[in-house]
Structures are given as structure tokens and as C-alpha cells.
């Protein structure tokens, strides 16, 4: 199972943003994670499609976009335009439209992920297993970088890897999101966990290659 590292760009410096994807490619990274925040679904505004925009031209690695946003499926077409390849939607957010978003995600030409919050029971996002190209199961409560990994994260990702593999889909990609850190990583892989999302960790490193290679565990 492939081991994709996906530096989130909410931690980097936004005046610089396309030297910093640039700087990403350069060192190792497979996904550039883009957080996507309205103050509504949660409390801050971080960026949106024009940023998505902007770092399109710097960089040939995927643009992963985790929407925190209420009604996600007005600004998909605007997210295709921009030139993102994964749109992430949260079960929060979506409720019983979650499959049809994914759908039309789709559609669109991109690729979709369903995102459950760590109160959010795992299992309301197994029916769209056969509908996605990823599912995310957040680590910390969204909103903010920098925050402590929830241990009882793990055995949701055994829990969802396990479905994956039990119902036909075992290289179904799961990323985490929150709190990942050098020392946490291994234990993360091992619960099921292949795409790992990394904000501070990547950010604050001092050679920023060693640590995303030191991040595939
Ligand atoms: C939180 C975001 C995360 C965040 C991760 O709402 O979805 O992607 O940037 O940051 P770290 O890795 O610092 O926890
Ligand atoms: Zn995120």
C-alpha cells in the first residue's frame, strides 16, 4: 500500500504560497493539502478556489482540498476551474447528500473523499466506500493546525480499513488529518492509514525533505 505524505499549506506562509509548493514537489511530497474554511462550518476563513488557482501553475503535484464548508456542492465546478484533483467533503456537512456530492464530484472529473469529524461515528461513512476515491477521518475536531493527535483515532482507522478490505476495496486510500507528528506516525500507518496529512510537522521542520521522508515511517 502506497505511503502518500500530503503537507498541509494552512501551517506555510500564503505571500509565498507558490515557492512553497514549489519547495513541497522539491522535497518528497505526493499531495498538496489544501484547507478550505469558511467561518461557518468552522469558526475561521482560511482560502478558497483562487488560492487553489494560484498555486496551480507551481506545482504538477495533486491538489488535495478539504472542504470545511457548509452546502460544499455550490462551489465544486469553481474547485474543478481552479484546477484541484481531490475534493474532500465532510458527512457533517453533507448528511444524507453526502453519496450524491461525492457523485458529482466525480462527474467533474476530480477525485472525491468523504470526511468524518472525530465525533462522528466511522461507520456513517462506509456506504460510500464503492462512491470514493479516499475517505479522511479527522484527528483532531477541524478548524485549527497545530493541535494535539486524538488517540482514539486508531481504532477508527482499524475499524475503516477493515470494512475496505472485508468488502473489496483494500488499497482504498485513507488519509488522517490532525496532530501527526514523527513520533505518532508509525502507530497511524499501522491502524490503517496511508495518506498522512501533516501541517506543523512539515512547516516547522528544519530540513523539511528528511522530515516528509521520515513521515512515510
Ligand atoms: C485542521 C486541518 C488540518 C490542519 C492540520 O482543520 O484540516 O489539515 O492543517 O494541521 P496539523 O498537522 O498542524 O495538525
Ligand atoms: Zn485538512
Request: net charge negative; aromatic share 6%.
Amino acid at each position: 500500500m502506497k505511503i502518500k505524505i500530503a503537507p498541509s499549506i494552512l501551517a506555510s506562509d500564503f505571500s509565498v504560497a507558490g515557492e512553497t509548493v514549489k519547495k513541497l514537489e522539491r522535497c518528497g511530497a505526493d499531495l498538496v493539502h489544501c484547507d478550505v474554511m469558511d467561518g461557518n462550518f468552522v469558526p475561521p476563513i482560511t482560502f478558497g478556489h483562487q488560492m487553489v488557482a494560484g498555486i496551480r501553475p507551481h506545482t504538477s503535484l495533486p491538489l488535495d482540498c478539504h472542504l470545511m464548508v457548509l452546502h460544499p456542492e455550490t462551489h465544486f465546478e469553481e474547485f474543478k476551474k481552479a484546477g484541484a484533483d481531490y475534493v474532500t467533503i465532510h458527512y457533517e456537512a453533507c448528511g444524507e447528500k453526502l453519496i450524491e456530492n461525492l457523485k458529482k464530484i466525480r462527474s467533474l472529473g476530480m477525485k472525491c473523499g468523504a470526511v468524518v469529524n472525530p465525533d462522528t461515528p466511522v461507520e456513517k461513512i462506509f456506504d460510500c466506500v464503492p462512491f470514493a476515491d479516499m475517505l479522511l477521518v479527522m484527528s483532531v475536531f477541524p478548524g485549527y493546525g497545530g493541535q494535539k493527535f486524538i488517540e482514539e483515532t486508531l481504532p477508527r482507522l482499524e475499524a475503516l480499513r477493515s470494512f475496505c478490505i472485508k468488502n473489496g476495496y483494500p488499497d482504498m486510500d485513507i488519509e488522517v488529518d490532525g496532530g501527526v507528528t514523527e513520533e505518532n506516525v508509525r502507530t497511524i500507518l499501522n491502524a490503517g492509514a496511508n495518506v498522512i496529512v501533516a501541517g506543523s510537522t512539515v512547516f516547522r521542520a528544519q530540513d523539511m525533505q528528511k522530515t516528509i521522508e521520515r513521515l512515510r515511517g
